[in-house]
């Protein structure tokens, strides 16, 4: 599936979870990340047919999992269910899980960017938002939708800068 649908389901688990930041971050590597070995997948294919196929749209955006390598493959449980025991709730393996079983319903039955996959991107971003505001209310119940988000793109600016004091 899109990556932009792996972030919204990843970022809807974490907070029904309540992860702490730290497991909030493997959760992102295992239910989002992993999308990166298509990169190793581009290059190896590359490598076998050449570069005019990369050109191709259709080939690009093929559901197939051409692009798939050693993160998509049950291979990879070796790797993850060893770290699932270093983790609360299992986090690598739950979001791997989440993550294969995705790309497995869009490859065996949805195709690219189903509409089912659209009401699911829609309805986990809804979902997110209802969340987040309603934990914002609990901590200021003063705040307006527009303080709540600013609050969020406090707490964005903040992941990738020095403080983080705004994040909720
Ligand atoms: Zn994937």
Known sequence: MLTVTHIAVSLLLIQLLSLD???AFIAMVFGVFIDLDHLIGLGSYAQA?????LADWSTLT??????????HSPMALGAVVPMSFATVM???L???AVH?????AEETFLGNFSSIEAMLLVLCSFALVVIRY????ESYSLGSLGDYIMCEFKGLRSMFGS????AL
């Open 21 to 23: 930041r730290n497991n």
């Open 49 to 53: 047919n050449g570069l005019r196929p």
């Open 62 to 71: 093929n559901p197939g999992g051409q692009w798939k390598s050693l993160f």
């Open 90 to 92: 299992a986090v690598p």
């Open 94 to 96: 739950v979001f791997w």
């Open 100 to 104: 294969v079983s995705m790309d497995y």
């Open 134 to 137: 309603s934990k914002y209310i």
């Open 163 to 166: 403080s983080n004091k705004n």
